[in-house]
């Protein structure tokens, strides 16, 4: 296993973070907005494991401005494949802090997809 931590003291564009993102890549994005996360960063990537939001299949009821509900059809269908393909794991509390882990959850691809 490579592991490829990418430098914080440089600001870097969402395509160029995207990029690293392959088949064989661990995504951690924790607490990103979903009309950032699912077009700049998880359209058209299949990473093989994802450590952040939930994922949903329909953002409708969340696209309370303009600017969100402009990208919602374009995530409602990124959301919607990215789904068909993994299974999801629900992180338990955080023995040492109840609620540090909340909201956070792991998806695996799906045993036989590449």
Known sequence: ????????DEP?????LAANISPSTF?????????????????D????????NEILSDYTV???????RDMLDVCNEVGRKWLERR??????EFEKHGTALGGLVVYLRKRGEA
């Open 12 to 16: 870097a564009s969402s395509s160029e």
């Open 87 to 92: 299974r999801v794991v629900r992180l338990r």
């Open 27 to 43: 995504v951690y994005s924790p607490f990103v907005d979903w009309f950032l996360l699912l077009p700049a960063f998880l359209k």
């Open 1 to 8: 296993m490579h592991i490829k931590t990418l430098a914080a």
């Open 45 to 52: 990537r299949d990473p093989r494991v994802y450590v952040g």
């Open 62 to 68: 969340f696209a309370q401005t303009a600017e969100k």
